[in-house]
DNA sequence: CTTGACTCTGTAGGCGAGTACAGAGTTTAT
DNA sequence: ATAAACTCTGTACTCGCCTACAGAGTCAAG
């Protein structure tokens, strides 16, 4: 983007006016990477943010509270689906927080499942940990470790969303 | 592949004679698709199958123990590339059990704190919904529901596979 | 002989959340 | 004046685990 271009584009230069702060200044502070703010931005996550003459995107302060926002919501397994449509609400004066309490309360039932079949994994993980300690190998032809034990396979399982599913580069 | 491109490809014919297999009759079996089949071949995870004159892969019968292997080790949490290493392994004489043996353990330590994490998130969610719902509307800009919880956000995390993080669509 | 089911290869797509360039223009410091 | 650091756009790539398709060849039944 060459300043010619620029035509509707609100257009600022008070960078040391207010704490305007440039893409990379943003970054620093926020944690966020310089790349995924623009991603943000492309998938209406953040809003357009204003320019200098020369094309350089310029934030407010608030940008920090509203990437604070978006981390929390990450932070508490909200996809980056769920955190836009939550802001599109906000930015159409509807409270969001009846989406919100619908995606947590759905999440929480999730969770809950996610849980009991994680414990019974353990379980049966430990179990045919010890019981091989025991025995020695037991006589399978790949690995009796394995092949004895009895988690059942070949059902279809939901993907479910939560920290830690994640994997984060920056922070 | 046509049939005058086998060259040093075993073939066989016989798949009247004892259980031989195509691919769509080990996919129904198996519960495992065709594509999945072939991008399996392909990794690495299952053997070179024989061939029909016409180039059609023809297994036997012990693909579906392989394939019910693949099945378990997967239900247990191993990655395709894990398996793999077992498989060769196997393949090599060597017995697989000491790298499955780490794996798992690996795995165990992953899991408990992954549980540990669950926990946390869990009940910071059930905490932040149950405030919400006696306050009413917390004041924040955009959602107070999110805006007010401690869940700490910006920390690296590892991600940790198990059963459940998987999405299948065949079973 | 033709239809339909099956199989082959190779390539592309899809999820989620970004990351990594390339190639150009801009700002800042020396 | 020039180099270093920054920013821009657009596109492609990453990871794991497949799925989908195109276009061609094969096989069994009617």
Redesign the interface.
Known sequence: MRASDLKNARIVDEEQGRGMLRIGEVSKRS?VGIEALRFYEKSGLLDKPSRTFSGYRVYGPEILD?L??I????????SLDEIRR??DD?RRGE???HE??EI??R??EE??E??R???R??K???E??EE?NKVG?APG???????S?H??????????G????????R?
Chains 1, 2 share one sequence.
Do not use: N
Request: proline share 3%.
């Open positions: 944690g509203r604070a926002f981390k929390q919501a990450q932070a508490l397994g909200f939550i802001v906000a409270s969001p927080c919100v309490r947590v309360s999440r929480l969770l809950d996610r849980m079949e994680l414990r994994y353990r049966e993980l430990a045919t940990l091989w190998r032809h790949i690995c009796g470790l394995i092949e034990s988690v059942e396979h070949g059902e279809k399982k939901k993907k479910i939560g920290p830690g599913t994640r994997e984060r580069k922070g």
